[in-house]
């Protein structure tokens, strides 16, 4: 009998990890046999797969474009994204739809901006020859593309390329209505990046029909006119439903460029502008050749409108403001609205033709063609606004878009800095010395007479527009550091309402860094009024459709932000009014009316300013070329001086004259009758004669009167009443 040992529990434990262990070795011997008769299989697979040289180089290339593609697909996902913070997903169809009518201050109406909501029209019901003039000359393959059109684009560009020149757009409808409702006219890549997303964007939510009809509502087509509609009535004194062929062809002409071929602007540009889409009405098969010939040898004639277009340059400011008011939400969902404008028509006509009788007189003499006017109450009401000379020929605002060096217009702004700094008073000695800053390079600015004037009082240099005195101002704002004194006197900008910053350069103190004409009459204004920041406007009172009223301007200064301590600037207008009366702006004196204000010149004569206010408006002018070339010696203190004096010379023939806040003059301001010789108002063929009168401050109480007796305000607004042997009462 065998003898049999009793297993210990350690033995046990010992066979079992020996068995596990065996197992697990097997396994993976298993699974690697597995493996590696898998990737046998899978190598002699491809070996049968293994392209040919011609099939190496297409998989090759195919790989290369996937990567490509993926790179390119988070590049587009990028630039998509500043497309579409464009877009208000709420309200995007209602961000450009308003309907605006302005009236001036009797009521009447000078003029409209946006889309004529009362008298929208459905596409079905417009004539079939504008939809196709517009689709032949804009986008003929509209119906065929998804917003973008490829073959169009490479026409366009060849057509360019061959023409060394811009003579074909390659933009579709889509495209230019996403301009329309997002984006602005600026010429990018940025731009045409973001339009071309946002097209296939109103592709994917529009239908073609909807495209069709926003764009033909609210493109752009001259003279303050948007949409079909309103160019129908403006340019034929018509419905577009009455449209004949030559006339549709005419305005399908105005969407490539309305300035140009504006028919009240350039009548023959226009007709052959119109005969240029008939003959793409028939390239497109859309009419034949006999079916234009009618309208080819009868063209369209638009509606005489000579002196109705008023205010064009300020009512485009005045709906930018309308538009800015809605986005901020304080029109409601408001969208025809009725603007109770601060605009003065009797004051705007003859600003307008003051500066143009100014630039015809002596602007060739000069070497001058262009200037910018700019009148503002003293809460910053617009009154007048001319942003160049002939709005038709060009829209573009000199008085607010353009960034031009002020020169010494500039200085009172280093001036007030250093007043409320404590740096100096009015009659404060300083110094016309050799001066200098270093930037890397000492750079040592000089007087207008290449001289240095010694000690004087701080109300003279200003008055003498000595350049040696900012600098040195400057300096001592910054406490010895140019840079930090220039920090200060930009705080004083933004404290004066400036809308746009100002360069930060070591020449900026002598007027080196660029402003526009508006902002400079806003920061004088903080001046007129005692101290108070001021925005400019338009919109005194907006109603809605109904009537009523949902927006009024602030009017009372007191409620105004404080730009300026009160001592500080009534220091300034008892300096600022030594330039007009023993400085270099004497030819912006007027009788009777104390003014102030300041000349500003800059290198090469390239523009000239004069800046200046009475106790009741507040005036810039600007003069020079677009073209930034010099003219010839002209200086602030004489064209826009002179100018300046007749448009305020007008200005004050009916309103009660106000003394200048903080001047002592030995008589008390009168309505001086000289005035009307200033102004140019005098004779048969002055400036300003026409059909704009005026009432005297005792016409308008008495209209008042009539106002509340509740008689009935005649049909015909007064500025418009032949009143031929009243002109002033």
């Given at each position: 009998m065998s003898d049999f040992r009793k297993i210990t529990f350690v033995e046990r434990l010992a066979r079992a990890l020996r068995d596990f262990d065996a197992r697990v070795e097997h396994s993976l011997h298993a699974l690697g046999e597995r493996l590696m008769e898998g990737l046998w299989r899978i190598r002699n697979l491809?070996?049968?797969?293994?392209?040919?040289?011609?099939?190496?180089?297409?998989?090759?290339?195919?790989c290369e474009g996937l990567t490509y593609a993926a790179i390119g697909g988070v590049m587009l996902t990028a630039l998509a994204k500043p497309a579409f913070l464009a877009v208000n997903e709420d309200?995007?169809?209602?961000?450009?739809?308003?309907?605006?009518?302005?009236?001036?201050?009797?009521?009447?109406?000078?003029?409209?901006?946006?889309?004529?909501?009362?008298?929208?029209?459905?596409?079905?019901?417009?004539?079939?020859?504008?939809?196709?003039?517009?689709?032949?000359?804009?986008d003929r393959r509209f119906y065929e593309h998804f917003g973008i059109d490829p073959s169009g684009l490479v026409r366009a560009v060849a057509a360019n390329a061959r023409a060394n020149g811009v003579v074909q757009g390659g933009s579709t409808i889509t495209q230019q209505l996403a301009k329309n409702l997002f984006l602005n006219n600026e010429r990018s890549i940025e731009r045409k990046i973001k339009e071309a997303f946002l097209s296939f964007w109103l592709e994917s939510r529009l239908t073609k029909r909807e495209i069709l009809k926003l764009y033909l509502d609210r493109a752009y087509l001259g003279n303050g006119v948007f949409g079909v509609q309103s160019a129908a009535e403006h340019y034929f004194g018509k419905d577009v439903r009455d449209l004949s062929l030559a006339e549709a062809a005419m305005i399908a002409g105005?969407?490539?460029?309305?300035?140009?071929?504006?028919?009240?602007?350039?009548?023959?540009?226009?007709?052959?502008?119109?005969?240029?889409?008939?003959?793409?009405?028939?390239?497109?098969?859309?009419?034949?050749?006999?079916?234009?010939?009618?309208?080819?040898?009868?063209?369209?004639?638009?509606?005489?409108?000579?002196?109705?277009?008023?205010?064009?340059?300020?009512?485009?400011?005045?709906?930018?403001?309308?538009?800015?008011?809605?986005?901020?939400?304080?029109?409601?969902?408001?969208?025809?609205?009725?603007?109770?404008?601060?605009?003065?028509?009797?004051?705007?006509?003859?600003?307008?033709?003051?500066?143009?009788?100014?630039?015809?007189?002596?602007?060739?003499?000069?070497?001058?063609?262009?200037?910018?006017?700019?009148?503002?109450?003293?809460?910053?009401?617009?009154?007048?606004?001319v942003g160049g000379r002939d709005y038709g020929q060009s829209q573009f605002n000199r008085a607010t878009q353009a960034m031009r060096q002020p020169g010494s217009s500039f200085k009172p702004y280093v001036y007030a800095t250093a007043l409320e700094d404590g740096v100096i008073k009015p009659d404060s000695i300083v110094v016309d010395r050799p001066t200098c800053v270093n930037i890397g390079r000492p750079w040592c600015p000089q007087n207008y007479g290449r001289s240095y004037a010694g000690a004087m009082p701080a109300i003279v240099a200003l008055a003498k527009s000595i350049n040696t005195i900012p600098i040195q101002l400057n300096e001592k704002i910054g406490k010895g550091n140019h840079k930090r004194g220039r920090a200060r006197v930009h705080e004083t900008l933004r404290a004066m309402g400036f809308?746009?910053?100002?360069?930060?350069?070591?020449?900026?103190?002598?007027?080196?860094?660029?402003?526009?004409?508006?902002?400079?009459?806003?920061?004088?204004?903080?001046?007129?009024?005692?101290?108070?920041?001021?925005?400019?406007?338009v919109a005194r009172e907006i109603l809605n459709s109904k009537g009523e009223t949902i927006y009024r301007a602030e009017t009372d200064l007191t409620k105004h932000p404080r730009a300026l301590p009160e001592p500080v600037a009534l220091d300034m207008n008892r300096m600022l009014r030594q330039v007009v009366t023993a400085g270099t702006g004497g030819r912006a004196k007027l009788p009777g009316i104390p003014t102030a204000g300041k000349?500003?010149?800059?290198?090469?004569?390239?523009?000239?300013?004069?800046?200046?206010?009475?106790?009741?408006?507040?005036?810039?002018?600007?003069?020079?070329?677009?073209?930034?070339?010099?003219?010839?010696?002209?200086?602030?203190?004489?064209?826009?001086?002179?100018t300046f004096a007749q448009v305020m010379a007008f200005a004050h023939l009916e309103v009660e004259p106000k003394p200048i806040i903080g001047v002592d003059e030995p008589e008390r301001p009168v309505r001086d009758p000289k005035l009307a010789e200033v102004a140019g108002t005098t004779g048969t063929n002055a400036v300003g004669s026409g059909n704009f009168y005026r009432l005297s401050p005792r016409g308008k109480a008495l209209m008042q009167e009539i106002e509340v007796l509740g008689i009935d305000k005649p049909e015909a607004p007064l500025s418009e009443a032949p009143l031929p042997s009243q002109r002033r009462s």
């Open positions: 491809s070996d049968r797969l293994e392209p040919s040289p011609t099939g190496r180089i297409v998989v090759m290339l195919a309200q995007w169809l209602k961000q450009q739809d308003l309907a605006v009518t302005f009236t001036d201050q009797t009521g009447a109406i000078i003029g409209k901006r946006g889309i004529l909501h009362s008298q929208s029209i459905a596409i079905e019901d417009l004539p079939e020859h504008l939809v196709k003039a517009a689709l032949a000359t804009e105005l969407f490539k460029a309305p300035s140009k071929y504006s028919p009240n602007v350039n009548l023959p540009a226009a007709r052959a502008r119109a005969a240029d889409v008939l003959s793409n009405m028939v390239e497109a098969g859309f009419l034949t050749q006999g079916q234009v010939a009618t309208a080819l040898r009868n063209p369209a004639t638009p509606v005489e409108r000579a002196g109705q277009n008023i205010a064009d340059y300020a009512l485009d400011f005045g709906f930018e403001e309308i538009k800015q008011l809605a986005l901020a939400g304080k029109l409601g969902n408001e969208r025809t609205l009725i603007v109770r404008s601060t605009i003065d028509p009797g004051l705007q006509k003859h600003a307008e033709r003051a500066m143009e009788g100014v630039l015809r007189q002596h602007g060739p003499a000069y070497g001058v063609k262009q200037a910018a006017v700019v009148v503002l109450d003293h809460t910053g009401g617009l009154r007048a606004m809308a746009n910053e100002v360069r930060d350069i070591p020449g900026m103190p002598l007027g080196v860094s660029e402003v526009t004409v508006i902002d400079m009459a806003t920061g004088f204004n903080a001046f007129a009024n005692g101290g108070r920041q001021t925005k400019p406007y000349t500003g010149t800059t290198d090469e004569y390239r523009n000239a300013w004069f800046v200046g206010y009475s106790g009741n408006y507040t005036t810039a002018v600007w003069f020079g070329n677009d073209d930034y070339t010099a003219t010839r010696n002209m200086t602030g203190g004489s064209l826009p001086a002179m």
